[in-house]
């Protein structure tokens, strides 16, 4: 359907199903789908296999600028590599959640990656999905979505992605968790998680992912005519 390749992007808090939904968007489009959280989940997980802490900023910058991180679609989704290596579920751990999070607070980390995703934003074609895309990285995107629910709604689709992968979480502490995240990434000084201007805004809370799909679509189809 696509003659003019725009640059989308999907912001919003953890939970609020903006995954599955650019995923969606993406394929319907043709255009690439740009996981950025799985970039920094890369970067948190080779720290966490290096023996880096989060406060060592040095290094963090030197593991993120030697890290190969590609993401590969394939028939099951985006795959995502790491120097050759296939992490796509090495990244989808409690402890790479929270480890994500402070490796995202460091500045030289997000000044290499955001490099990176420009890169392969550039020649437009993009669903780009994480905290920043329209305030920071493509703040001239065509079309700006900002996802957000309720925290309970947010941690009760974490709670069940968590048990489908045959987890047994606890549900207070993935509420928690969440909350904890929201901070962090609301907080932190460089590129917080803010509603970036322009942004068109969907409160998935009582909203299917067909729903919010057949929104974000007739925004983008006005955007093409
Ligand atoms: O979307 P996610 O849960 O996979 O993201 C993992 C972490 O990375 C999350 O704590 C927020 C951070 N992140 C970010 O700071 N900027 C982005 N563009 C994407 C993710």
New binding site residues.
Partial sequence: MASRKLVITM?GP?GAG??TVAKRLAEELGYLYL???????AV?LAAQRAGVSPEKEEDLCLLAEKAAIELVPGKDGVRVFLNGEDVSEA?RTPE??RL??????VAGV?RI?VDK?RALGARGGVV??????GS??FPEADVKFFLTASPEVRARRRFEELKKRGLDPDFPKVLAEIIE?DR??QE?PI?P?VVPPGAIIIDTSNLEVEEVLRLVLAKVKEKLA
Avoid: H, N, W
């Fill in positions: 912001d953890a903006k995954s996981d950025t959280g799985a970039m920094y989940r948190a990244i790479i959640d994500s999070s402070l490796v995202a607070k997000r990656l995703q780009a999905e994480g905290r920043d895309m920071v990285v995240r962090q990434d932190r590129a998680l």
